[in-house]
């Protein structure tokens, strides 16, 4: 008699680390090491140096991404001074560099830890506010974080800024676009992996409990003052350690960039990317960086071409606009951001031709 095999329809998990697995086919492993080999060992030597300072900067930003998405989207703490404790990294690091001669591989860490501490110190008003009180906290943390940047001037220089040497690992020097390239994105993978591997312990659970109910979740034994303070911290590490990364990558540090433009200009990127999703992140500060870099080059068109060439800067705004209908569009018609875009492309060619 001939037997038949029956296949599940479903997931039917039997252990709790099934259900934690990142990828639950060899074919998603697979095409993870071609991803990252495609990366490393032939992006960075085709890539024109205009392309790869595009491609840093995404680099850079998506680290810093990352650490506000684990805030907002995991923890469900909102937070307007994440372009500040960019600058504090930014900062730290130059100081570290400059004045106590601190080289390049543990100036890094050493910026992120110190912008993590800045940022549990703004996190405790956390423990009695949430919603809009706990962002009118975190924006007066951006407002005093600016301010000491620029007037603090015996250890941030004030508006001058500071000027770092040029880095060097085991006497290999970044000296070009290349070579930061390498290390920016080695930096960009294993805390990606950090941060997916975070949201897997009970500590990631513990945010999402927070985020979802944090009554709730008191209830249920969790801590939630100590817990947010933590998110807050890893938040700003993460932030830290990119605002170190950009400001040996830029060479000079000062305090301009970092303003309240910088951190709604992050909500952006996680609300577009997807809130709750780490590869999300990454989506949405490509697609923020692309987005300004073709709004900057038509700008530079239009301003250079027929009426537009007498209004100045007058044509700067459209870059703001057209900045700002994205956003709209994106919470209006896909508010999951790009990460559910990309898992719905996903399901339709794993199901094709089914409709089901």
């Not at 140096?49 to 930003?61: K, S």
């Not at 912008?115 to 506010?129: D, K, N, Y």
């Not at 700002?324 to 790009?338: C, V």
């Amino acid at each position: 008699m001939k037997k038949f095999r029956f296949h599940p329809c479903g997931n039917y998990h039997e252990r709790y680390s099934q259900e934690l697995t990142i990828f639950e086919t060899d074919f998603g492993r697979f095409w993870l090491c071609i991803g990252i080999l495609f990366l490393f060992f032939v992006l960075p030597f085709v890539s024109s140096p205009y392309f790869l300072y595009v491609l840093n900067t995404i680099g850079i930003i998506s680290i810093a991404a990352i650490g506000l998405n684990i805030l907002i989207g995991f923890t469900g703490q909102i937070s307007l001074g994440h372009g500040a404790f960019i600058g504090v990294g930014a900062y730290a690091a130059a100081i570290l560099a400059t004045s106590l001669g601190v080289p390049f591989l543990l100036s890094i860490p050493l910026a992120g830890l110190i912008s993590a501490l800045v940022g549990m110190i703004f996190g405790i008003p956390s423990g009695r506010l949430k919603g809009l009180y706990l962002t009118i906290a975190t924006l007066a943390g951006q407002i005093i974080i600016e301010y000491v940047l620029i007037h603090w001037e015996s250890l941030t220089k004030g508006t001058m800024g500071i000027t770092i040497p040029r880095p060097n690992i085991f006497g290999f020097k970044l000296d070009n676009d290349q070579s930061f390239f390498f290390v920016i994105f080695s930096c960009l993978v294993s805390m990606t992996w950090i941060a997916t591997n975070v949201m897997r312990t009970k500590f990631g659970r513990a945010f999402i409990a927070i985020r979802d109910n944090d009554r709730a979740a008191e209830g249920m034994g969790i801590p939630i003052f100590g817990y947010k303070l933590l998110s807050f911290g890893i938040s700003s590490f993460y932030a830290g350690v990119a605002g170190a990364l950009w400001a040996y990558y830029m060479i000079s540090v000062t305090s301009e960039p970092f303003n309240l433009g910088l951190s709604v200009e992050y909500i952006a990127m996680v609300i577009i990317g997807g809130l709750g999703s780490i590869t999300g992140s990454i989506y949405g500060a490509i697609f923020i960086t692309f987005l300004n870099e073709i709004l900057r080059i038509l700008t530079d068109i239009l301003m250079n071409v027929g009426v537009f060439a007498n209004a100045g800067l007058n044509v700067a705004p459209l870059r703001e606009f057209f900045f700002g209908m994205a956003i709209i569009m994106f919470i209006l018609f896909e508010p999951r951001g790009l990460a559910e875009v990309w898992r719905i492309i996903r399901s339709h060619f794993r199901l094709w031709p089914f409709p089901y």
